[in-house]
């Protein structure tokens, strides 16, 4: 797919004819965006430490409430053997990048606090401000908008090449998870879902540098023109990309893509202001700052993450060869009492008729297709991860039960008499108590854990400026570079202020807010694991085939995949594969 949902055959002609008088864009690096924090005329000398810096796969909290991965410099093969992405060998510097898309509830923090603008309405996307979606990836945003938000979040929207790598690691993959075949619990692709899902409902399919998220759900701007001959004159080290150009690089594939536009090398393209409802991003940051901490922040109720072993088995089951019911096509199978079941796949349906014990399910589709069904025993223990009692707040925060949220409270950087308080060690000079990771397993905010410091580290390598939690106002005001933009730095307590309540970062990915509780737990369902099957639903030609040479855009035709329908990109008409 080279054309991805273009603007219509109106639009491609007006391009055509006023292409040779428009001039072509060129990009401008994007520029975060900060409230500065006041100068110190008095700055402290800082001490040197000896890091051994983040690792391959190293993650972080970071200032929009999402987390990011730390991908190491040097080389990977990228591209493939088609027209436009010739297979080459290309060396990056070294990046941080979000690990799943941008969801719904972090591009809203940013809206929020009159930074971004709010997503354009799209035809079939969800409501971004609904929290039921909260998870679901941003959608409704064009290229400008997506990369003002990364340049709010201290970055840009990564480049074709650092969005592959991340995507493939250094042994380049087909797929983010390896060469096994498309399938849907590693991906939201081919039908799988009829709509978005949550940005982690898919860890099976996580890359080898642990991004999620990255093949399926919906696609990715990136920062690149689009120019089908630029791999050949591409420079090796860090391409930036054409210089100019009238589409951006368009990467990733949807939950309306067929499987086989699920490879990780595929690139698409589109026009800056273009937007739809399978269309988000996810940035890049190639220069951490060393953000203050927020003045408040959301307890959480840690898990226990512990794999849960299982010996319950999948349901036994019987399966009959398909059949037509007149030009009606079904395929039928006999499921035991204790079974339930789950079509997988849209346009598909099932009836049941119990008889002697036994549930039949007679399921129907399209004509000459494949469906899939998870079915799974009702005896098998829930294999959600157990809750520890209690909620916490990370190093630095008390707990405040009038506002039930974490509040900012900085304590003496010297260890006491009993040494360092809860969530802090001695740094590697035996002096300054610095934070470690929570019980979330996490670091505080821009930081990562260094293995030389045996403690927690800015992601800027600036160990001497790790003031986080620690009442050192003088410091404070020499290391910190600002807030983000939108909100304001408090030198009482050192800490950033959002300009009202409910504009701080709240869950994670993965996590929701349960007012219960009064805090975040683990939002995720299981994935379907011990207990459970898929089991293939073939369907046979019983009727007339399915014209799908009706459908004129590539977008609806991709959109009836489940009928057979694929788009042919050398002659731009929607065929049935059938």
Known sequence: MKRLKQFGAAWLAFVILFVACTPTVTSQPATATFAPVPSDT????????????????????????????????????????????????????????????????????????GVCSAPKPVPGAAV?????????????????????YCGWAGGRLPTEAEWEKAARGLSAPTYPWGEANPACELANVGGCESTTTSVVAHPRGASAFGLLDIAG???????????????????????????????????????????????????????????????????????????????????????????????????????????????????????PLGTTYTVDTPGYSCIETLTNGILRLNCTGPDNSSGTLTVCNTACADPTPSLTQGVVCDPGYSYDSATRQCVYAPLAAQAGPQGCPPGYVLDSAGQVCRPTAGLDNQCPLGQYFDAALNACAPANGQAACNVYGLDNPSLALSCYLGCPAGYSFDSNTQCCSAPALGLY??????????????????????????????????????????????????????????????????????????
């Open 217 to 335: 759900n919906v696609f990715e701007w990136t920062w690149d023109w689009y120019d089908s001959t630029y791999y050949a004159t591409s420079p090796i080290q860090d391409p930036p990309g054409p210089a100019e150009g009238i589409y951006k690089v368009i990467r990733g594939s949807s939950f309306e893509s067929e499987f086989s536009q699920a490879p990780s090398a595929l690139r698409h393209y589109g026009g800056p202001t273009y937007t739809s409802h399978d269309l988000g991003f996810r940035c890049a940051v190639q220069q951490p700052i060393n953000f203050p901490p927020y003045c408040q922040s959301t307890p959480y109720q840690p898990t226990n993450n512990a794999p849960v072993v299982s010996s319950c088995g999948a349901p036994e089951f019987t399966q009959y060869e398909p059949y037509c019911d007149g030009s009606t096509p079904y395929a039928s199978l006999d499921l």
């Open 128 to 148: 971004y401000t609904d929290p039921t979606y909260s998870d679901h990836p941003v959608v409704g945003v064009d290229w400008e908008r997506a990369n003002a």
């Open 505 to 578: 970062p709240s869950c994670q990915p993965g996590f929701a807010y349960d007012p219960v509780v009064g805090a975040c737990v683990s939002g995720l369902a299981a994935a379907a694991g011990a207990g459970c099957t898929t089991v293939s639903l073939n369907q046979l030609q019983c009727g007339q085939p399915y014209d799908c040479g009706q459908y004129v855009q590539e977008a609806v035709c991709i959109r009836n995949a489940v009928f057979g329908c694929t788009w042919d990109d050398q002659v731009n008409v929607c065929v049935n594969k059938k």
């Open 42 to 113: 008095a700055a402290p000398t800082l001490v040197t430490y000896n890091l051994s810096g983040p690792i391959s796969g190293s993650t972080m909290t970071w200032m929009d409430g999402g987390t990011l991965v730390y991908i190491p410099a040097g080389e990977f093969a990228m591209g493939a053997q088609e027209a436009d992405n010739p297979r080459h060998g290309v060396s990056l510097s070294p990046y941080w990048i979000h690990k799943t898309k941008v969801t719904n509830r972090m591009y809203a923090l940013c809206v929020g606090v």
